[in-house]
């Protein structure tokens, strides 16, 4: 038996506060929920997860998925292949945003993705279901 209970939020460090919380407004349709102005940090949700974003100092360094340990990338479920294309889309066409890959199968399972990365260099899957 699990002692949890799924995700209640993640916690992503971010070079500009606004900038990512403008992002997943922006972008992905996120909601703002909340802030602490002096921490600082924006809370963003989607209705199921909610993010931290939290300011990084000037100093702090890109995430790179290979030589630092911690989170490799956040995965977030679209409803269908259709959204997933419309989202490549849109991404695709935004100057704050680098894809890494345009959707595609994952391996043999049965759901496409897609890998781009955010304002901050935070690194995003996006992963949809194959209708059957």
Do not use: N
Request: proline share 8%.
């Amino acid at each position: 038996m699990t002692k949890t209970q799924g995700i209640h939020h993640a916690g992503l460090t971010v070079p500009d506060v606004a900038r990512a919380s403008r992002f997943f407004v922006e972008a992905l349709g996120f909601a703002e929920v909340g802030a602490i102005p002096d921490y600082p940090a924006i809370f963003v949700s989607d209705g199921q997860v909610m993010l931290t974003l939290w300011q990084g100092d000037a100093d702090a360094l890109p995430a790179d998925r290979r030589r630092q340990l911690g989170l490799h990338h956040l995965a977030l479920r679209v409803p269908d292949r259709a959204a997933l294309e419309s989202l490549h889309r849109d991404l695709a066409a935004r100057d704050d945003v680098e894809v890494e890959f345009a959707p595609e199968p994952l391996r043999e399972g049965p759901v496409h993705h897609m890998m781009f990365f955010i304002p901050g260099h935070i690194r995003l899957e996006l992963i949809a279901p194959v209708a059957e």
